[in-house]
């Protein structure tokens, strides 16, 4: 490989945000199984003739296209901008992409509170809690938790020595 594609190779992987390899992809197939979830119960939900559930049906088979493009570009390979969008979407923090997914599984659930909507969007809203999760970061280990613990008796006990007057 030249410098050339090998510095391009470099700029398309994603930053280190903490995530395992294994986990990443869970999050990625939560995304894919919440957008068929979705695309399935909101076709389904707008077989009716009430305006309110055909919205949100519409709305959940677009939070669908938006979560297939997102994770899985390669499904929407015929259209021209899949590629940037599922670029831009690998930048954003897993908070991001939180907030994102839990505000786009809600918005038809307010709009029309029923059982289609409720467990279609449940596995969309669960891919946000799932980012959400990977935003709180990894599991400490004990040794350093029991060091801050120990650090802070120490600080809590000079400060107690202090405020009595005692001499330390």
């Not at 390979?77 to 599984?105: H, S």
């Not at 509170?113 to 669960?126: D, H, K, M, P, V």
């Not at 004990?142 to 001499?167: C, F, I, S, W």
């Amino acid at each position: 490989m030249s410098t050339e594609e090998t510095a391009a190779a470099n700029k398309t992987t994603p930053e280190d945000d903490g995530m395992t390899w294994w986990y990443r992809w869970l999050c990625k197939t939560a995304g894919v199984l919440g957008g068929v979830s979705c695309a399935i119960s909101g076709v389904w939900n707008c077989v009716t003739v009430n305006p309110l559930n055909i919205a949100a049906g519409v709305w959940m088979v677009l939070s669908a296209f938006v979560l297939f493009l997102c994770e899985v570009p390669f499904c929407c390979q015929f259209i021209e901008f899949a590629n940037a969008v599922a670029a831009r979407a690998d930048k954003l923090k897993p908070w991001q992409k939180a907030i994102f997914y839990c505000g786009m599984a809600l918005f038809p659930i307010f709009l029309s509170f029923s059982f289609t909507t409720l467990f279609g969007n449940a596995i969309a809203f669960a891919t946000g809690v799932l980012y959400g999760l990977a935003s709180l970061g990894k599991k400490g280990d004990a040794v350093t938790y029991a060091r801050l613990q120990h650090q802070k008796q120490g600080d809590e006990e000079r400060m107690t020595g202090t405020a009595n007057g005692a001499p330390e």
